[in-house]
Nanobody, 114 residues
Framework: QVQLVESGGGLVQPGGSLRLSCAAS????????MSWYRQAPGKERELVAS????????NYADSVKGRFTISRDNAKKTISLQMTSLKPEDTAAYYC???????WGQGTQVTVSS
């Protein structure tokens, strides 16, 4: 069965760092684009970052460019989101997504607050 499981969320102060991970199973991970989305209360779910199947191509929302880095390990079937210089506006539930098969994780909460 297709499964995406996020981990690594938590409470962090502004300026801090956090690393999110997503473990994938049940599909051919190595050939799929993978993405991170986030959704804050009352807001639309937005694309944060995406990465090509081989890992060479990446895309970032303007709001996180230069602060977040998406990566993948096809041998481990995982993707990561390294988040630095976190801001309160980064507070959201973060979701792992495989858009080509419409698969979503359950999300992990990131709260940036002093």
């Amino acid at each position: 069965q297709v499964q995406l499981v996020e981990s690594g969320g938590g409470l962090v102060q502004p300026g801090g760092s956090l690393r999110l991970s997503c473990a994938a199973s049940g599909f051919t991970f190595r050939v799929t684009v993978m993405s991170w989305y986030r959704q804050a209360p009352g807001k639309e779910r937005e694309l944060v970052a995406s990465i090509s199947s081989g890992g060479a191509g990446t895309n970032y929302a303007d709001s996180v460019k230069g602060r977040f880095t998406i990566s993948r390990d096809n041998a481990k079937k995982t993707i990561s989101l390294q988040m630095t210089s976190l801001k309160p506006e980064d507070t959201a539930a973060y979701y792992c997504n495989a858009p080509q098969i419409n698969a979503w994780g359950q999300g992990t909460q990131v709260t940036v607050s002093s």
